[in-house]
């Protein structure tokens, strides 16, 4: 799979699916109903699940099944419903590992500066997608994305997932997302994290999920090139991320919302 592939849609691409692999067939119930959803409406789709999460407050918080087992579960997901597939990687021995797995290699935001893990991860070949550092200006994000293309991979995604607030809480500044177009990358909105309020005292990620249809609507409206959204079917007891989550039953109804702002705007 190629940038191109995703983008040769008149449509947003979307990047959705659990925040971590908790299981195979929780996996592939949430992979077949967005695939019947994203064929219907026309969507690029990748299926998204992190099969494993480095970065937790708590050292009891769950990180996932096994590194091996969450892999082989995302390449039969890729294999079964005929979509590439997206997960988080956090240190440069990872890119090899899980990228005979998957199709798109993610560099989490806190991680985007760390040059050995983006050169690891442009020597496999496989698209690269950096989320933006909360810490960062927009424009800070083409020399992330110059290390992956200067280590000899001009498949890059840059992804906005809000700027922090305070100490509790993100902001999406939508000027950034044209400006990080001009990189001439493709820009992913992260609708989902981008609605985390961090640095709970209880040591758990809070969220605003009552926002996602707000947040995704904006970066549609600004012209976005893809959407990220975690969605669970019962977000209430997600391992991980589940304040901020979308519930799988609401997505179809705004993606046809979604759709028709693209249309518009187009």
Known sequence: MTIQDLKNSENFFLLAGPCVIEGEDMAMRIAERVVKMTD?????????????????????????????KALKILKKVRD????????????????FMAAEYV????????LCRQTDLLVAAAK?????????????????MRFAADKVVEAGNNQVMLTERGTTFGYQ???VDYRGIP?????????VLDVTHSLQQPNQTSGVTGGMPALIETVAKAGVAVGVDGLFMETHEDPSVAKSDGANMLKLDLLEGLLEKLVRIRQAIK
């Open 169 to 171: 809480d993100l902001l």
């Open 103 to 110: 199709d798109v290699l993610q560099i989490p935001a806190f």
């Open 40 to 68: 219907r409406l026309n969507i690029p789709y990748v299926f998204k699940g992190s099969y494993r999460k480095a970065n937790r407050s708590r050292l009891d918080s769950f990180t996932g099944i096994g590194d091996e």
């Open 124 to 140: 496999t070949g496989k698209i690269v997608n950096i989320k933006k550092g909360q810490f960062l200006s927009p424009g800070a």
């Open 80 to 95: 079964s419903f005929g979509v590439p597939v997206v997960t988080d990687i956090h240190a440069p021995e990872e890119a």
């Open 179 to 187: 400006e990080m177009q001009t990189f001439g990358h493709p820009v």
